[in-house]
DNA sequence: AACGTTTCTGGAATGCATTCTTGTTTTTGC
DNA sequence: GCAAAAACAAGAATGCATTCCAGAAACGTT
């Protein structure tokens, strides 16, 4: 019977204009009903409402944003969206803001320091109404003129950028779960631990060293250790691991600050015959599931991502509410797990 | 010197209306030599550049696109962005898409079949250009009636719909890949397998029963097989695992329908003291670090999803193009990688 | 009864860029 | 040197919805 939108014909959408002439009223008037404008008399709104249900009308977004000056979207720039992490934060932003009615689009960076820049200009470009960030590189000149020209609020995400450009943050505290790691790998016996870390240029990646500072000013002057920082990526973690073998004086523990870099380091301990757990302790930063399915189950550094990726979410639309206040820094906590793969060193058990 | 934009006033755009007068032309002239309009004289075409450099113009995309009757952006619902399957499909397609000048909006259905028909209807009230889809469920009626009235071009990843709907289709041939895999498995010796598979309601999981099937068919009738369907999900992994191994007569080898039946499906294994390779043969569907990192190393039926997720992009384009052409489907190879993790049955080899 | 309020509604301006139509100016051809 | 053609530019209509302003009708008040 009201079957109505035959996929055949396609029917143009209708618009206001259509509605209006339908129920015999002025374009304003169907804007004022459909909008709850409380100026409306109940004869009026039956005739707009009856008009808007036969035609299916519903009204266009584009036109709405571009006289209402929002779109109602978020733009999300991400260094690799095919990392788990990643993909958690992606998730945890994306239901957030869903049910307060925004959509988020995403672009990927591919870990490419130039696509950072690129990609803000873009969304800016497409009006988004604000920006989620989880840059390739927290110093790139470019990046930051691109952020402090967007004109729209800025949340980072596990990034720490100059103050004066004014982007909330949330990020984790991963000092306190490095601290906690390199001190469980001490009480074990570990006397040389290396830290195969990231980027420099990305939060995490700097504060894990201090996190292992930490632990070692506490443990006293015998502790050795070894940071080797580079990318966050699988070949870094292979490279750091052969040159970490190599040395005349290995050492008895190696935490890879990533999943990517674990899958490197695992790659070249199992071609090299060494088992974890045996021959070496093994902590990584962030659960996946490889972490506790691998034999022995690798301790880890852990935190919840996807609420990493909500709270930078409730960041940005604090900062898009009526008053919009100041930016704000949450610090999410990170928790050490420790698991199988941390054994005191030979010869000390 | 051009410094220009002062970040602290944060001036606002500048519109056409404003270059036009500053250029001293019309409106329309603006436009005529922005779009590359023949008909420009070069006087007054440095007049306009010269007063758009000074203004810093860019136009705006909304109004753009309101006039124009097209987004530039492109949707794509997805079951599940944290499944790295998917995420690599997202890659695939989001390079191709951007170097053709589209941006990709991405909604997670998070394996909720309402929420495929609720992402595609507000794609639609965002006028997307184009939809790729990788539903939750291919037979939900809800979810079809939106594909249908949507109204633009529309590809499905890896999933099948009725043909009156006219979607493109980019899949992998599952069937091939797991009849070599099951062939693989019975040479070695094998003569109950399982394959513990997902949802009836997505291709993968209907495909790879019947590749099954073949190889079982040309293997004889003493080879015996156990399909258990269910969800891609980790706990029917589990589920479905623990379901193996409390029969009476074990399967001897099991392949596991994706990375999260896996995952299940290794926990269970390792909580009842089995070790994969020695006790029960594996085959598990698409790389992922953890499948060769693992020891023993765990045999896959391997595809190219960044591969798979480009050719979702190309047939977007292809039918969003001047004249748009028919829907098509491609179909892209999956091979079958012998690992360690598969071995002769116990007292056979 | 006359005036002030409400309540409701229509019209027009607005946001911004595109494109068609029309009119002017310049160039070309014979 | 003039008609025809081409080049160029302005103005207005268009896409669609929102919102301010003003006018009309209905109501109440003294």
Known sequence: MSEGRSSETRRRRASMREVADLADVAISSVSRVLSGHPDVSAEMKV???DAVAQLDYEPDFLAQSLRRGQ??????????????VMADIVVGAEVVLRNAGYSLVLMNSENNVALDSAHIRFFQSRRVDGLILSLSSETHAETLDAIASVGVPVVVVDREVEAHLGASAAVNDHAAGMEAAVRHLVELGHRRIALISGSLEQ?????RPLGMQRALAAAGPDVESIVLPGSFSRSHGEAATRQLLARSERPTA?????NQLLIGCLAVLQEAGLVVGRDVSLVTCDDVPLTVLYQPPIASISRDTVELGRVAAELLLERLGEDGGPPRRVVIPTVFRPRASCAPPNGSG
């Open 71 to 84: 779109t109602l979207s978020v733009g999300f720039v991400l260094a690799d969206i095919s990392n788990p």
């Open 254 to 258: 190696i935490i890879a600050g990533g």
């Open 203 to 207: 939060l995490p990646g700097r504060e």
């Open 47 to 49: 005739r707009v409402l």
